[in-house]
C-alpha cells in the first residue's frame, strides 16, 4: 500500500509539521520557565576602581604642556609643479600660448618608455 504523490498539497503531512512544530516550542517554553526559575545568580566581577576627578585634571594638564610633534609636508619640485599649474584665459580677447606641438610629443614619448618599462616589470 504505497500512495504516490498527487496533484496539490498533502495536507495531512503539513499537520503533522505543524503539530511537531507546536511541540518544540512548548517544550523551549517549559525549559526557558525553569532555567529562569534555577539559575543561581553569577557573581559579577568587581567594579573598577573610579578614578579621582583630582588626577584626571592634572593629567589634563599634563597634556595640554607637552608640545605637539610638528608636521612634515614635503615639497614637490618646481619641474612638476610648473606641468600641474593649467593656465586660466584670460578675461581679455587674447589667449594664453600653447605648448609647441615637439614639447608634447617629447613628452608623449618619455612617458610611453615609461609605461613599456612598467609592463615590462609587471607593475601595470
Not at 5 to 19: A, F
Not at 43 to 59: G, T
Request: no cysteine; net charge positive; proline share 10%.
Amino acid at each position: 500500500n504505497m500512495k504516490l504523490g498527487g496533484l496539490g498539497p498533502d495536507y495531512e503531512t503539513i499537520k503533522e509539521k505543524v503539530k511537531k512544530l507546536k511541540l518544540q516550542k512548548e517544550y523551549s517554553r517549559q525549559i526557558k520557565e525553569y532555567n529562569m526559575k534555577n539559575i543561581t545568580v553569577v557573581q559579577r566581577l568587581p567594579a573598577k576602581a573610579q578614578v579621582s576627578s583630582v588626577s584626571r585634571q592634572k593629567a589634563l594638564e599634563y597634556a595640554k604642556k607637552i608640545p605637539r610633534p610638528k608636521t612634515f609636508i614635503p615639497k614637490q619640485p618646481e619641474q612638476e609643479v610648473k606641468e600641474e599649474v593649467v593656465p586660466q584665459a584670460p578675461a581679455g580677447p587674447t589667449l594664453p600660448p600653447l605648448p609647441s606641438l615637439e614639447s608634447l610629443w617629447n613628452r608623449h614619448q618619455k612617458e610611453k618608455e615609461l609605461v613599456a618599462a612598467f609592463k615590462a616589470l609587471h607593475i601595470l
